[in-house]
């Protein structure tokens, strides 16, 4: 059986590639454990996360 | 020599008293420790103890690894210092790097809470130096996620180098290779899913004696003289 979480947040970064990377060394200090999870990061435009999340 | 073993409490936490009891009635000094603190006072060990830090949110440990305390604790475990990690103690120390691998959810995602017999496979470590391999223990598991997982090359490393210190008699969680609690490359840092903590009085099994005493009997009784030998000088 296999579980996923799916986190959602905002990143203040100068550009996609940025915010990427800030976000993959979250993942891989402590959002996930890569001995026994993995993780996918996906980038939305900032215009549909002003959106949908509150302030 | 009385040996000193820092007992490190956080939020959360909640064998802290039973492993000062255990190791107060073998003649050591239970000292607890916040985890909040940046440094470690003078011991001569360091447990952490069962319990829930942090809630378990995220994932067991990986909240309590960032604990300001840790960070002198890995210094310690670096310097040689004994750690034990017992349940959620050693998926702390596994979430923050001193020991590898991981613990996953058991299988069958079922809580065990039961006494099992587990075996001492290695005398390496600083919690099973002084008892003989091949004795086998009664002692408490107490946990959901307790399932030890690691890599291929890292389990054939742990046999290669008998860093598998107990190894469940009847695997109750689906733990890779029966592991019940490895050690680091030197002995010195331990984790293990059982809780020799509770196996200390007559009410039950005593098991967990002979490894309380291999701690307080090893390195951390050479610190604890060394210690107050430097103290007197």
């Given at each position: 059986v296999?579980?996923?979480?799916?986190?959602?947040f905002?990143?203040l970064?100068?550009?996609?590639?940025?915010?990427?990377?800030?976000?993959?060394e979250?993942?891989?200090?402590f959002?996930?454990?890569?001995?026994?999870?993995?993780?996918?990061?996906?980038?939305?435009?900032?215009?549909?996360l002003?959106?949908e999340?509150?302030? | 020599?009385?040996?000193t073993?820092?007992?490190?409490?956080?939020?959360?936490s909640n064998?802290e008293?039973?492993?000062a009891?255990a190791?107060?009635g073998?003649?050591?000094?239970?000292?607890?420790?916040w985890?909040?603190?940046?440094?470690?006072?003078?011991v001569?060990?360091?447990?952490?103890?069962g319990g829930?830090?942090h809630?378990?949110?995220?994932?067991?440990?990986a909240?309590?690894?960032?604990?300001?305390?840790?960070?002198?604790?890995e210094?310690?475990?670096?310097?040689?210092?004994?750690?034990?990690g017992i349940?959620?103690?050693?998926?702390?120390?596994?979430?923050?790097?001193?020991?590898?691998?991981?613990?996953?959810?058991?299988r069958?995602?079922?809580f065990?809470?039961?006494?099992?017999?587990?075996?001492?496979?290695?005398?390496?470590?600083?919690?099973t130096?002084?008892?003989?391999v091949?004795?086998v223990?009664?002692?408490?598991?107490?946990?959901?996620?307790?399932?030890?997982?690691?890599?291929?090359?890292?389990?054939?490393?742990l046999?290669?180098?008998?860093r598998?210190?107990?190894?469940?008699?009847?695997?109750?969680?689906?733990?890779?290779?029966?592991?019940?609690g490895?050690?680091?490359?030197?002995?010195?840092?331990?984790?293990?899913?059982?809780?020799?903590?509770?196996?200390?009085?007559s009410?039950g099994?005593?098991?967990?004696?002979?490894?309380?005493?291999?701690?307080l009997?090893?390195?951390?009784?050479l610190l604890?003289?060394?210690?107050?030998?430097?103290?007197?000088?």
């Amino acid at each position: 059986v296999g579980g996923g979480t799916a986190t959602r947040f905002r990143v203040l970064g100068a550009d996609d590639a940025a915010a990427r990377r800030t976000v993959e060394e979250l993942c891989r200090r402590f959002l996930i454990n890569p001995v026994i999870e993995d993780a996918e990061v996906s980038i939305e435009s900032p215009r549909s996360l002003i959106e949908e999340l509150p302030a | 020599m009385t040996v000193t073993v820092g007992i490190v409490v956080f939020p959360g936490s909640n064998c802290e008293f039973d492993v000062a009891e255990a190791v107060a009635g073998l003649g050591g000094e239970p000292r607890l420790l916040w985890h909040g603190d940046a440094s470690l006072a003078p011991v001569d060990a360091v447990v952490l103890p069962g319990g829930f830090a942090h809630g378990d949110y995220l994932r067991p440990g990986a909240i309590a690894r960032f604990s300001p305390i840790m960070a002198a604790v890995e210094r310690f475990a670096y310097d040689g210092g004994p750690v034990v990690g017992i349940c959620n103690g050693f998926q702390v120390l596994t979430e923050a790097g001193l020991l590898p691998g991981a613990l996953r959810q058991n299988r069958g995602l079922k809580f065990v809470c039961t006494t099992v017999k587990t075996r001492v496979d290695s005398s390496r470590s600083v919690l099973t130096g002084s008892v003989d391999v091949g004795t086998v223990l009664d002692l408490p598991i107490n946990h959901f996620s307790g399932a030890y997982s690691c890599p291929p090359d890292v389990l054939a490393e742990l046999r290669s180098e008998e860093r598998v210190v107990l190894r469940y008699v009847d695997n109750p969680n689906g733990s890779i290779d029966d592991i019940a609690g490895i050690c680091s490359r030197q002995g010195n840092v331990v984790g293990l899913m059982p809780h020799p903590e509770r196996a200390c009085d007559s009410l039950g099994s005593l098991d967990g004696q002979p490894l309380w005493a291999s701690l307080l009997a090893g390195p951390a009784g050479l610190l604890a003289e060394a210690r107050r030998g430097g103290n007197s000088e």
